[in-house]
């Protein structure tokens, strides 16, 4: 049975981090300071951020493969990062170095300010108001009501991360969850609730990591045009229906000999692009292991506009991650051992992360993220469709990735199994 998400729903992402108490060793917070940089200093750091922040997606996306090969996939690889740099802000020691270098960072190369100013600058520029276009990312800190954290980290986290910091009671485990639900619900607008069920007893502190986007097609889909009952191959002996949306129009896109694959850039009305990316039967395992920063520059290097005659599902998607086992296996392992360092965000008290949760959802349909009251389109000034153009049809599974363009960070990743799975 295929379901899909009501026709107004945009496309939210949240993040959990649950982090319980421990003992550790005092911090040393001279790393942490944030310092001020020239306007070319931070054009080389974002550059350089990019790609780092680029390369731990992918690392991310394919360990998710590993974990659920068949499967539907899909995240938000700047929230995850943003949250786990925040949180490296008020860690020590090997707890910091672990979170950092899994993000892909070396201090030696990066000073830990710099890294902070640029997820500053990363998380302005994301949140920065665009007319046509809305994104906004950012944390919220709730706190057990007794515990004092820094006022220096309090601070740096409210100017560097957009993070609000609620003083909560946790001895009230309902009420508490309530809270916390409640302040979600509000953030994403009321399309997630009830997001925490199960909020354990000795909890001390939750981190909310939000980003909610929401945008409409640069060229909106005829809907006229789609075609219900389209079949899609999940595999060499599956075969789903689903409502196929269609469209004579002229696109940037590729054929990447060297992967296998095709690539077509669908451009948001602003500031906003995605990637479908369809690899050849049997190649995308060989396109999921190329997929680097690298990969992304080359393919915004090459590609060239013109008219193809497009196929592209509606469909939607949702994954949820057990990213608490996750960081482990990627190196982030004495955050959640008794040796946890977090004292440069407590000073005096210790913590260590008890549970990490990410789940993210997306409907794409004719109008974008979210269907909106505008003049039926009808393309008559279009050509007639003819063999000389290019027919790429998504009809098998592919990967989607959406960038914010003045930025390229990849605000969401996935992978589309079955266009047809809740």
Same mark, same amino acid.
Request: glycine residues 4%; proline residues 4%; contains cysteine.
């Given at each position: 049975?295929?379901?899909?998400?009501?026709?107004?729903?945009?496309?939210?992402?949240?993040?959990?981090?649950?982090?319980?108490?421990?003992?550790?060793?005092?911090?040393?917070?001279?790393?942490?300071?944030?310092?001020?940089?020239?306007? /070319?200093?931070?054009?080389?750091?974002?550059?350089?951020?990019?790609?780092?922040?680029?390369?731990?997606?992918?690392?991310?996306?394919?360990?998710?493969?590993?974990?659920?090969?068949?499967?539907?996939?899909?995240?938000?690889?700047? /929230?995850?990062?943003?949250?786990?740099?925040?949180?490296?802000?008020?860690?020590?020691?090997?707890?910091?170095?672990?979170?950092?270098?899994?993000?892909?960072?070396?201090?030696?190369?990066?000073?830990?300010?710099?890294?902070?100013?640029?997820?500053?600058?990363?998380?302005?520029?994301?949140?920065?108001? +665009? +007319?046509?276009?809305?994104?906004?990312?950012?944390?919220?800190?709730?706190?057990?009501?007794?515990?004092?954290?820094?006022?220096?980290?309090?601070?740096?986290?409210?100017?560097?991360?957009?993070?609000?910091?609620?003083?909560?009671?946790?001895?009230?485990?309902?009420?508490?969850?309530?809270?916390?639900?409640?302040?979600?619900?509000?953030?994403? +607008?009321?399309?997630?609730?009830?997001?925490?069920?199960?909020?354990?007893?000795?909890?001390?502190?939750?981190?909310?990591?939000?980003?909610?986007?929401?945008?409409?097609?640069?060229?909106?889909?005829?809907?006229?045009?789609?075609?219900?009952?389209?079949?899609?191959?999940?595999?060499?002996?599956?075969?789903?229906?689903?409502?196929?949306?269609?469209?004579?129009?002229?696109?940037?896109?590729?054929?990447?000999?060297?992967?296998?694959?095709?690539?077509?850039?669908?451009?948001? /009305?602003?500031?906003?692009?995605?990637?479908?990316?369809?690899?050849?039967?049997?190649?995308?395992?060989?396109?999921?292991?190329?997929?680097?920063?690298?990969?992304?520059?080359?393919?915004?290097?090459?590609?060239?506009?013109?008219?193809?005659?497009?196929?592209?599902?509606?469909?939607?998607?949702?994954?949820?991650?057990?990213?608490?086992?996750?960081?482990?296996?990627?190196?982030?392992?004495?955050?959640?051992?008794?040796?946890?360092?977090?004292?440069?965000?407590?000073?005096?008290?210790?913590?260590?992360?008890?549970?990490?949760?990410?789940?993210?959802?997306?409907?794409?349909?004719?109008?974008?993220?979210?269907?909106?009251?505008?003049?039926?389109?009808?393309?008559?000034?279009?050509?007639?469709?003819?063999?000389?153009?290019?027919?790429?049809?998504?009809?098998?599974?592919?990967?989607?990735?959406?960038?914010?363009?003045?930025?390229?960070?990849?605000?969401?990743?996935?992978?589309?199994?079955?266009?047809?799975?809740?």
């Amino acid at each position: 049975m295929c379901y899909y998400l009501p026709s107004k729903m945009p496309l939210f992402l949240y993040l959990v981090l649950l982090v319980l108490e421990l003992h550790c060793a005092p911090p040393n917070r001279s790393e942490g300071k944030v310092t001020t940089y020239n306007s /070319s200093q931070q054009n080389a750091t974002f550059y350089k951020m990019s790609s780092i922040n680029a390369d731990f997606a992918f690392n991310l996306y394919r360990r998710f493969t590993l974990e659920t090969p068949d499967r539907n996939i899909f995240f938000s690889p700047v /929230s995850i990062s943003a949250a786990l740099a925040m949180l490296s802000f008020g860690a020590c020691y090997s707890t910091q170095i672990q979170i950092l270098e899994t993000l892909g960072f070396n201090l030696t190369d990066t000073p830990m300010a710099e890294i902070q100013q640029g997820f500053q600058h990363l998380i302005c520029t994301l949140n920065f108001p +665009k +007319k046509e276009l809305e994104l906004q990312m950012g944390n919220t800190l709730f706190i057990e009501k007794q515990l004092k954290p820094l006022a220096q980290f309090l601070d740096d986290v409210k100017s560097l991360y957009a993070t609000e910091v609620f003083s909560t009671d946790f001895s009230n485990v309902s009420a508490a969850q309530q809270e916390i639900n409640c302040h979600v619900e509000k953030q994403t +607008k009321g399309q997630v609730v009830g997001l925490i069920q199960d909020l354990k007893p000795n909890s001390i502190m939750v981190l909310v990591n939000y980003i909610h986007f929401k945008a409409q097609w640069a060229n909106p889909f005829d809907t006229s045009e789609t075609k219900e009952g389209f079949s899609f191959s999940v595999d060499k002996t599956t075969i789903v229906q689903v409502p196929m949306m269609h469209q004579m129009e002229q696109y940037y896109h590729l054929v990447d000999m060297e992967l296998n694959c095709t690539v077509l850039q669908m451009d948001y /009305s602003k500031n906003a692009l995605a990637l479908f990316v369809l690899p050849k039967e049997g190649q995308m395992e060989w396109v999921e292991g190329a997929m680097s920063s690298k990969t992304l520059k080359k393919w915004n290097r090459l590609l060239q506009k013109g008219w193809i005659d497009l196929f592209v599902p509606k469909f939607s998607i949702s994954a949820t991650y057990d990213l608490g086992a996750m960081f482990l296996k990627m190196g982030i392992q004495d955050a959640f051992a008794n040796n946890a360092n977090f004292l440069g965000l407590m000073g005096d008290n210790s913590l260590k992360f008890s549970n990490a949760a990410h789940k993210a959802v997306l409907h794409i349909g004719e109008r974008g993220t979210e269907a909106v009251v505008v003049p039926e389109v009808r393309f008559l000034d279009q050509p007639e469709i003819t063999l000389l153009h290019p027919i790429i049809q998504f009809d098998r599974s592919f990967l989607l990735l959406i960038l914010e363009k003045s930025t390229r960070s990849i605000l969401f990743l996935g992978k589309v199994v079955d266009p047809t799975e809740v």
